[in-house]
């Protein structure tokens, strides 16, 4: 970034004193750029997009001088861009969003200047036209800087001559006082800026005028595109791209040409796809959507609209190869349809060794007999068979768009979308932004002041046009979804992974959401993306035409370096492969389609790196997993009986490590299925009349039927040499090494993602591990636990024994004594009570405390009686407890007392202490007397080598007495 300062002219001080360098061309300056952005820029046409309106004119004559190709790319995106805005502003469901932006623009633009505002442009043109008049006398200034100075000053009173009057009536006009919340109304005589297809100029054109012009325009192909390559074989065999010279591609070059999909499937003249094709050339046809009705349609063409070869097409149309193949339909979910993944071999009328495309004279058809004995074309013909391929691939889209997308697809299916709409829009769209933010509470600081009304208008103006902008990015798939996608036969829509899988489930959201790359991608500043499974349709008709069908992703998305088209575009342009046959060219497709995510070699433009995502994931599940079982055995380690029993972190782990496995089992699954499919078409490369006959068994045939079959045995052998010669020449065994190569691509890949799921697989088994471990380690605690209750209950038994025994030999004798000692007539004569008159008082007595007793034990009101009692008691022991801390010193006594020896844990700890202490210095005298028995025991080997036949008997004495004296100094 730099900035330029003031030189001459009046456009100046509006120049771009902020240029971004991404514009400039390799090589060239900033100061180079800003004068003459035609000669330094990188690319033409995002150059003339970053010019402002009254520099665009002059940037296009001098660019059409300059680069007539740049000039022409130019001038077509400027066409396309206002077609595409003007049928954008032609739909009636999009007139809300378009009045919204009006609104906005023109509340914007009415509070662009205020009166402080100009004021304040004033003040500092009056302030640098000071600094330019005091730097110009100046006496240090040289005479080249004060014409400099003067000069600049000439400029600032000229500008503010002719434009602050302007702002001034501009101010009058939109004043902040004015009324801004009327705005435009649709019916208002308003303009946006379009440019003229006729010449690129900033002209403006009133929106009734465009309305009315595209109501009467058609588009029943949404303004999509199809491709278009064209390969010619040289004189080395090989195939190279050619450019067409059919007037429909607009000039364009290969393999970028590319011609409008109303043209390919409904024009009659000069149609690409029923022209005829010159000899050894094949051609190579995109559609980009797997739109049944539209292949058919491109297939009637191919054959002229079944004139020209009727057989052919109804075959290749038939229940058995097309609409049979489809899974899914009728009340079964939208996502669930899709073709069933084969290899089709599909026979033609003509000849095997006779292609039936259409020519000029030279490659044979059905209707050209007469060029019956031409030679072959470029291709290598699988016996006179058409090849239908269908396989599921990975790509990937942003979860914001495949929400919309599903919205979309909702309300195409729903009786009542329309009352529905509002309630479908994603929330991650900036309109559901805008208007969060817009009802949300704010909360505002009292001491700063509130934002300018400008502002605030300017920020609604800009989310406005992001909101139209992103709305016109996918406007053509939405349209193409809720007009097809109910259609007989329908449009395949792409589907995510569960969708894939999952074919039943109505609502897959909530697993799409929990996908690892939606969770790899989120905490990210990237927007979020989730993996697809798209579907590649393959055509190989009459041995020189390939017709593919794949989707692209939701929206326009240009450029798109991770589309499948454009990758191939690239791949192609660069010439580094050597094509050699139609097949091979089909094999180099499918491959583009299967590597996707393992391509690193092309710019990432947001894709994300699933491998790398997936690898991370299982990458941080295993490390927690060897956290939790470092702290599982660091609790067992430390205090067995008091290990958490909690599962929670580990079910966590566990679902996680299982979501992964699930998902690299659906992809390995895709990639299984294009396995499968490349596998058969090798087959059917490396046998193209079928399988022969393999010597690996015995075939027991009658001595007579061998000699009588003989002659015919001979025939058919030599005609079967002949035509497998006849395809090796062609360049079969070229593409049955291309179609292995492939195979061993295919399988890498699914070995891969075969890894990856082990080492999930691995993680699932190590948390089930420690699951298990928990659930073992929980029975031992409750059998300890239980051990330990009975032998509580044990100990309790014994005392309630005792006091039984008690109990039944002193009751008998208390019961008898104190009968007997009582005072009554009849014991000692006592006229106090009769013997009769004590034992109804006695036994009456007892009844009724037994019985209060009982109640009080089983009653249910006594529960509730008896919680009150204890809540009133702990509340008294509680606050007088409380009150004697606070107001005496029984605090500090009950702390000394619990630090003091008096506390039965502080003598627990002690003795436990005191016993480690002891074992410590039992283990180290144990190991001293080790080391003293070892080293006397050499000694004793060093005397006995010296005299042998003096026995030394003061080991034992020596040993015992160090023992002894050992023991004496520890005690």
């Given at each position: ?194 440019q003229d297809p006729s010449g690129p100029g900033a002209e403006e054109r009133p929106l009734q005028d465009a309305e009315e012009e595209l109501q009467r325009a058609s588009d029943s192909y949404y303004g999509l595109k199809a491709g278009a390559m064209y390969f010619t074989k040289g004189s080395d065999g090989t195939l190279r791209g050619i450019d067409s010279n059919n007037g429909n591609y607009r000039g364009s070059k290969f393999p970028d040409q590319k011609i409008a999909m109303e043209t390919i ?522 051990l330990d209750t009975a032998h509580q209950t044990y100990q309790q038994g014994r005392t309630i024994q005792a006091f039984t025994i008690v109990t039944i030999v002193f009751l008998p004798l208390s019961f008898i004594a104190a009968f007997f000692g009582m005072n009554n007539q009849e014991i000692n004569e006592s006229h106090w009570m009769s013997l009769w008159a004590q034992i109804k008082w006695l036994f009456g007595g007892t009844a009724v405390v037994i019985f209060i007793s009982l109640s009080l ?115």
């Open positions: 970034m730099s900035e330029y300062p003031l030189s001459s002219g009046d456009d100046l001080l509006s120049h771009d004193r902020v240029i971004d360098p991404s514009y400039i061309k390799a090589g060239s300056t900033e100061s180079q750029y800003s004068a003459q952005p035609w000669n330094h820029c990188e690319n033409a046409l995002q150059s003339y997009l970053s010019l402002r309106f009254s520099a665009r004119q002059n940037f296009l004559d001098q660019l059409k001088g300059i680069s007539g190709e740049g000039y022409q790319r130019t001038i077509r995106e400027i066409r396309r861009i206002d077609e595409h805005r003007n049928k954008f502003l032609s739909y009636s469901n999009k007139q809300d969003l378009i009045n919204s932006l009006r609104d906005a623009h023109s509340k914007w633009k009415k509070t662009v200047f205020n009166a402080s505002e100009l004021e304040e442009i004033s003040r500092e043109r009056k302030k640098r036209l000071k600094q330019l008049e005091n730097a110009s006398t100046r006496k240090v200034a040289t005479n080249s800087q004060k014409a400099l100075y003067m000069n600049h000053t000439k400029i600032l009173r000229n500008w503010d001559a002719k434009h602050l009057e302007s702002l001034k009536q501009t101010v009058g006009r939109y004043g902040r006082d004015s009324p801004v919340s009327n705005g435009l109304r649709p019916n208002q005589s308003a303009s946006v800026p379009t499937l409904d024009g009659a003249d000069d149609n690409p796809l029923s022209e005829e094709c010159p000899k050894d050339t094949i051609r190579y046809f995109h559609i980009p959507s797997n739109n049944m009705e539209w292949i058919e349609k491109a297939i009637k063409q191919h054959y002229g609209n079944q004139l020209t070869a009727p057989n052919d097409c109804t075959r290749l149309l038939a229940r058995e190869h097309w609409l049979g193949q489809m899974h899914g339909g009728g009340t079964a979910p939208v996502h669930s349809r899709h073709m069933r993944s084969k290899c089709l071999l599909i026979p033609r009328e003509a000849e095997p060794n006779h292609p039936t495309s259409q020519s000029s004279g030279s490659i044979p058809t059905s209707s050209n007999p007469e060029s019956a004995h031409e030679p072959q074309s470029a291709a290598v013909s699988l016996a006179g068979n058409n090849v239908a391929i269908f396989l599921p691939y990975l790509h990937w889209e942003m979860s914001s768009r495949r929400a919309q997308m599903v919205n979309v697809v909702n309300e195409a299916i729903s009786a009542n979308s329309i009352s529905s709409s509002k309630k479908l829009r994603l929330i991650h769209t900036v309109s559901d932004v805008w208007k969060k933010n817009k009802t949300s509470k704010k909360v505002v600081n009292s001491k700063n002041k509130e934002p300018p009304l400008r502002r605030m208008y300017l920020g609604q103006y800009l989310l406005a046009l992001a909101r139209l902008a992103e709305e016109m990015d996918y406007e053509a798939h939405e349209r193409l979804l809720r007009d097809n996608v109910d259609k007989d036969p329908p449009l395949h829509i792409r589907r995510t992974l569960d969708q894939y899988y999952f074919l039943t489930l109505e609502n897959t959201s909530e697993r799409d959401k929990d996908q690892v790359v939606y969770r790899g991608t989120k905490p990210r500043d990237s927007p979020t993306r989730v993996v697809m499974v798209d579907q590649l349709w393959l055509w190989i008709l009459n041995d020189n035409t390939i017709i593919t069908s794949f989707p692209r992703r939701w929206g326009r998305n240009k450029p798109d370096a991770s589309g499948v088209h454009k990758s191939l575009r690239v791949r192609l342009r660069k010439g580094t492969e050597e094509i050699r046959s139609i097949h091979h060219l089909a094999m180099i497709i499918v491959d583009q389609c299967s590597r996707v995510f393992f391509d690193r070699t092309r710019p990432l433009d947001q894709r994300p790196e699933v491998m790398d995502l997936f690898a991370e994931a299982i990458g941080t599940v295993t490390e927690k997993t060897r956290i939790a079982y470092d702290h599982f055995w660091r609790a067992i380690a430390q205090a067995s009986h008091k290990v958490p029993m909690v599962i929670n972190p580990e079910g966590i782990l566990l679902k996680e490590a299982q979501d992964i496995t699930e998902e690299l089992m659906i992809m390995k699954r895709v990639y299984s299925e294009q396995l499968k499919v490349m596998k058969d078409f090798e087959r059917h490369l490396s046998h193209p009349h079928g399988r022969q006959p393999t010597t690996s068994g015995y075939t027991l045939v009658p001595n007579e039927l061998l000699f009588n079959s003989a002659d015919q045995l001979v025939r058919d052998i030599n005609s079967v040499e002949s035509k497998i010669s006849n395809f090796e020449g062609q360049g079969r065994k070229e593409s049955v090494y291309e179609a292995r190569d492939l195979v061993e691509l295919l399988l890498a890949r699914r070995d891969e993602i075969q890894d990856l799921e082990e080492a999930a697989l691995r993680a699932c088994k190590q948390l089930e591990g420690l699951l298990s471990l928990k659930q073992q380690q929980a029975s031992i605690v409750d059998a300890r636990a239980a034990a089983f009653g249910a009101w006594f529960h509730a009686l008896s919680a009150w009692i204890k809540a009133a008691l702990r509340l008294c022991f509680d606050v007088t407890w409380a009150l004697l801390s606070d107001r005496t010193k029984m605090i500090r006594l009950y702390d000394w007392w619990r630090a003091s020896l008096f506390n039965s844990n502080n003598i627990d700890r002690s003795r436990e202490r005191l016993l480690a202490r002891i074992d410590k210095k039992r283990r180290e005298r144990l190991a001293w007397q080790e080391e003293a028995g070892m080293s006397l025991v050499s000694q004793r080997g060093e005397v006995d080598r010296g005299n042998q036949e003096v026995p030394d008997t003061r080991l034992p004495q020596q040993l015992n007495g160090r023992a002894s004296g050992t023991t004496d100094n520890i005690v």
